[in-house]
């Protein structure tokens, strides 16, 4: 088996388990994100992949060879810290050319990939520059090109754009994942920022509490969350509780609704996304309730409704506005095709 | 590679302790020989200590010595770390200079200063002038933490209380102070230790008329050895220790030592 | 809360204790001295003013040209021992854990403000014949009878590392805390062993805390002024030394003032030089 393989890796400090159980399979080639709020164990997974951190139990597995006591040294892989940690004593060119120097190549050879790999990033004509003297943008891909300065089997970055404003972030992410598709580098981004990960992801592999929620397709992420937790961090999303009567009819909040099959459950939780909640007039609507809030951003308008004792929100665009107001009775249907039951 | 560093780790503390466990040792001795291992076993030279006159009054004038010299360092310290922090004076830097200059320079400079200054002004050989000697001596200890002390404190802290009606005063005693407490503990407690164990300021002003431990010390070791002298820098050893490890235990030593940020 | 200049005279008012205590007690003395250094010696251990050079003109000697040389090269040595040992030591020491750097700082501290009488007197004690460690040695097999280590110069030198030794790494500390941890990691991640990384790494990105430390080291070093005493031979007697020597028991003030005064102007030129070397890390 080729690709990156984790098998049952857990990481323990002292009696906190940072990552528990983790197994995944990144096949060669694809992009892999790792989301999930802050202290998920996300940043953790990508220390031990490096080999900065070593696992408590499990191994790590790289092109079919287990690399679990291979030093960080002796893994040809390259990383981007979220820091970028570029060496302040050394030139734009010496921080490229440092993994090229380790292993000995010689000087001319080491000019020539600095120097390609300065065009690959659009800084031409910087390897005599100090690092200090750069723009974050530049010092990023600075921090990519050296990475890459040896076209390591493994691209490693973790939370590589924080620390850029929102616009160039987005423009960093559209070009980081062209250079990847071009490179074709088996690549894995640390991040808390989900857009970030659904823009340039293949699989997106949400954690939280050590664990892998789920790993998937941006798109499936998005469209088939696998339980609440994902749901939510995922976009936003209306959770909202349901019970069935065992053969198949399910209602919210005491009213019967159709076309939900739900066979064998008794309750649970079903995530409709804002966009999907239909505001309908209350005769007829078997679940309804009022308008409290309502929130024009110009491009969207956001309908609160109180139902059940809970807040769901309804998102639309102005041409489609619902014809509401503040305390008004409306009713609510949610499409069995785009709300997702999720796993209890 | 951990084998290594850990090696490393034994070879220096090996290094650093080796004096001391001979001295250590050699107090222990149940004669008066200088021997090690020690032969026989006795606390008595700890004894001797408090029960020995010269070397209790010794060390009697060692800690008065160094609790008001410490006070009187502080004294002199806080006001000036206080303005340096309240106050736009590039000038008055000049003394932050002068507070922080006489313990960066060799001691032995500080001393002949104050040796030439008493003997010119007629107070050679009075007790208080080694206080006053030590105290300006140390002034940088006090000065270092509470400029660090000072440092940490959130300006918009004094604003607030600004804004609830306290006056400079009232922010100083209700703000300020409370919250600068630790690094005047630490401040006074560094001083403390250090005037503890100083010899020479203290041998060039007041050496002809009053011993202070170390003094006491050196003195012996030129007429010959007494084991009282071991037990006397274990003693002092421990004082240390205790001093140190009680600021480490209720303050942030590492923060203390200027490695700002967070710990890890 | 802004800062603002001193409005009022009494805003001044924090200042004049401190100022007066400093200026009096400090700077006074330290002219008092810089006087005397000129004042002309009389029989019996007295001096009367004048403005003479002979105290300074006695530098010329060849003995005192010895001295200095003695002096300046044993303080190298030492800071270039410290620094040797100190830099790895403090770098792994920052990476230990908060509870081991906080029982190294306390054991380093308390030896820090041991006084130097008592260091002297430990490692004399630890050389000596009759309870040292070639007692260990003897008994070991390796030696065939214990036997004294000091006065020497190799006893002036140990000594005087390990009282400067904490001092080192409490200069070092902080520098080191604050080295972003990544840049290692990055090398490792480059391909550089853990050795590798702090040489290429860590020695040059801290090159010039480096240079400072080395220097604030001489300058501690050089004012040791009991150990060679102590441990040495009077060939191993430093300008510390000849100063307290002077001073105390030959009566020269105005000798031993002159002395100091240069021994000031070294250092302060040093210093000097530490605070550019710190100035220049930052603007790197």
Redesign the interface.
């Known amino acids: 088996m080729s690709g990156l393989i984790l098998s049952n890796v857990t990481k323990q400090f002292g009696t906190f388990k940072a990552v528990n159980d983790v197994s995944l399979s990144v096949p060669d080639g694809t992009f892999v994100c790792l989301l999930g709020p802050s202290g998920c164990g996300k940043t953790t997974l990508m220390r031990m992949i490096?080999?900065?951190d070593l696992p408590t139990t499990g191994s790590v597995a790289l092109g079919g060879e287990d690399i679990t006591q291979i030093?960080?040294?002796?893994?040809?892989?390259?990383?981007v810290?979220?820091?970028l940690?570029l060496?302040?004593?050394?030139t734009v060119g010496e921080n490229i050319a440092?993994?090229l120097r380790?292993?000995g190549v010689d000087k001319a050879d080491q000019k020539k990939r600095v120097d390609e790999l300065l065009g690959m990033i659009h800084l031409s004509g910087f390897a005599d520059r100090s690092v200090?003297k750069l723009s974050g943008g530049q010092r990023q891909r600075v921090a990519i090109a050296?990475?890459l300065?040896?076209s390591p089997k493994l691209f490693?970055l973790d939370e590589p754009l924080s620390a850029l404003d929102a616009k160039l972030r987005e423009a960093m992410q559209v070009e980081l994942r062209q250079l990847q598709q071009r490179l074709g580098i088996t690549t894995i981004v640390v991040t808390h920022d989900q857009r970030e990960a659904m823009t340039m992801a293949d699989t997106v592999v949400v954690m939280n509490g050590g664990e892998i929620r789920q790993a998937a397709a941006p798109v499936d992420i998005y469209r088939r969350p696998a339980d609440s937790f994902v749901a939510d961090f995922i976009g936003s999303t209306n959770l909202i509780p349901f019970r069935a009567d065992g053969r198949g009819q399910a209602s919210i909040f005491g009213s019967a609704v159709d076309g939900f099959s739900l066979v064998g459950a008794k309750a649970g939780t079903i995530s409709v996304r804002p966009e999907d909640v239909q505001i309908v007039t209350a005769e007829g609507s078997s679940v309804t309730g009022t308008v409290t809030f309502i929130r024009d951003l110009g491009g969207t308008v956001e309908t609160f409704i109180e139902a059940g004792g809970q807040q769901i929100v309804a998102v639309s665009s102005p041409r489609t506005r619902p014809n509401v107001s503040i305390g008004q009775t409306v009713g609510l249907r949610f499409d069995p095709e785009t709300s997702v039951v999720l796993a209890q | 590679m951990i084998v290594l560093r850990r090696l490393f780790f034994v070879a220096v503390g090996l290094f650093l302790a080796l004096p001391l466990i001979v001295v250590a040792g050699v107090s222990i001795n149940e004669k008066q020989t200088l021997a090690f291992p020690p032969q026989g076993f006795s606390l008595s030279w700890y004894g001797e200590i408090f029960l020995n006159d010269d070397w209790r009054n010794a060390l009697f004038a060692s800690l008065t010595l160094a609790a008001l010299s410490a006070a009187l360092a502080l004294l002199v310290a806080l006001p000036l770390a206080w303005f340096l922090w309240r106050r736009v004076a590039p000038w008055a830097n000049i003394f932050q200079l002068l507070g922080i200059a006489p313990f960066t320079l060799p001691p032995v400079i500080t001393a002949l200063g104050l040796l030439t200054f008493w003997a010119t002004s007629g107070f050679y050989g009075q007790p208080w002038t080694a206080v006053i000697s030590h105290a300006i001596f140390f002034v940088t200890l006090p000065l270092v933490t509470l400029s660090l002390g000072f440092s940490a404190i959130d300006r918009s802290l004094v604003e607030a209380a600004a804004t609830m009606g306290a006056d400079d005063r009232t922010i100083f005693r209700t703000v300020v102070l409370p919250l600068i407490l630790p690094y005047m503990v630490s401040g006074y407690a560094f001083a403390f230790v250090l005037s503890l164990n100083e010899y020479i300021v203290a041998y060039m002003t007041v050496g002809f008329t009053m011993e202070t431990l170390p003094i006491k010390i050196f003195n012996a070791l030129r007429y010959g050895y007494t084991p009282t002298m071991a037990s006397v820098t274990v003693f002092f050893l421990v004082i240390a220790a205790l001093v140190f490890g009680l600021i480490a235990r209720f303050g942030d030593l590492p923060k203390l030592l200027g490695a700002m940020g967070e710990g890890r | 809360m802004r800062r603002e200049p001193p409005q009022r005279f009494a805003d001044y008012g924090p200042l004049v204790f401190p100022a007066a205590m400093l200026v009096i007690f400090f700077v006074i003395p330290f002219a008092t001295m810089i006087a005397v250094s000129f004042f002309e010696r009389q029989q019996g251990g007295f001096y009367e003013p004048a403005f003479v050079f002979d105290n300074y003109g006695r530098f010329l000697s060849l003995f005192f040209g010895k001295v200095l040389g003695f002096s300046l090269f044993l303080a190298m040595a030492v800071a270039a021992a410290c620094v040797t040992i100190g830099v790895p030591f403090t770098y792994l020491l920052s990476r230990s854990s908060r509870a081991a750097q906080i029982r190294w700082l306390v054991a380093l501290l308390s030896i820090l403000s041991l006084s130097e009488v008592m260091i002297g007197f430990a490692w004399s004690t630890l050389l000596s014949r009759t309870a040292g460690i070639t007692n260990l040695f003897a008994l070991l097999g390796l030696m065939e009878a214990p036997q004294a280590l000091t006065p020497s110069f190799g006893a002036v030198m140990t000594a005087m590392t390990y009282q400067a030794l904490p001092y080192t790494v409490l200069i070092l500390y902080p520098a080191l805390v604050r080295l972003?941890p990544?840049?290692t990691?990055?090398?490792?991640?480059?391909?550089?062993?853990?050795f590798?990384?702090f040489f290429?790494?860590v020695v040059?990105?801290l090159?010039n805390t480096i240079l400072a430390t080395l220097i604030m080291v001489f300058i501690f070093a050089l004012g040791s002024y009991l150990l060679p005493q102590l441990l040495g031979r009077p060939q191993h007697w430093t300008l510390s030394v000849l100063i307290t020597d002077q001073a105390i028991y030959q009566s020269n003030m105005p000798f031993a003032a002159a002395m100091a005064v240069f021994l000031v102007l070294v250092s302060l030129s040093l210093v000097g030089l530490a605070v550019y070397a710190g100035r220049q890390k930052e603007a790197?």
Do not use: C, W
């Open positions: 490096a080999g900065l030093p960080t040294h002796k893994r040809n892989l390259g990383m810290f979220q820091s940690a060496f302040p004593h050394l440092y993994a380790i292993r200090n050296r990475a300065a040896i490693l | 972003d990544t840049l990691e990055a090398a490792r991640t480059l391909g550089a062993s853990p590798k990384a290429n790494v040059p990105a090159r790197a």
